[in-house]
Every structure is written in structure tokens, then in C-alpha cells.
């Protein structure tokens, strides 16, 4: 079974909590947050986010082309839900 788009979300900011070290608290991080300039994602940062995300997620993320969809956590989430491999329940 797929995660739900909120456990996905969550994910996301565990993500750049835990793995990612940002300096803003899992609790504070909201979802119109842009990765760049609110939470704090310089490019390698944003390079290590979508190779996690490929990782835990089971897809393969053109950043040039989904570079729109992975502004904010919440777009990310949606594109990660989106693109999930196989059906949806």
C-alpha cells in the first residue's frame, strides 16, 4: 500500500530534519516553505533531496523538468505522490 500524501509530507520534512540537517525544527516547517530560501536548501542540498527522495520513493526525478514542482515542501510531496509507481488506492 502507498503512504498517504500527508505521510509523505511528513517524510519530506523528516527528510530535511534528519538527514539534511536544517536548522528549522521538524514542528516549524510548513508546507508552502520554499526549499531554498526559507529552508535553507543551498543546490547541494536540493541534489541530496531529490536523490533521497528517488531512493525512498521508487522514482526517477528530472530535475530540470520538475524543477517548478519541487519549490516547496508541499509541491515536493505532490510530485512524489503523483509519481508514485503502480495504482493508487
Keep these: 500500500m502507498h503512504p498517504s500524501k500527508e505521510q509523505i509530507n511528513s517524510d519530506l520534512k523528516k527528510i530535511l530534519v534528519e538527514d539534511l540537517f ?11 516553505d520554499s526549499l531554498s530560501t526559507d529552508v535553507g536548501l543551498d543546490s547541494v542540498g536540493q541534489i541530496e533531496f ?13 530535475v530540470k523538468k520538475s524543477a517548478a514542482e519541487l519549490k516547496t ?17
Design 22 to 32: 536544517v536548522e528549522i525544527p521538524l514542528e516549524k516547517i510548513k508546507d508552502s
Design 50 to 62: 531529490v536523490s533521497m527522495i528517488e531512493e525512498r520513493y521508487g522514482i526517477k526525478v528530472d
Design 73 to 89: 515542501v508541499g509541491s515536493a510531496a505532490d510530485f512524489v505522490w503523483k509519481n508514485l509507481p503502480a495504482v493508487r488506492e
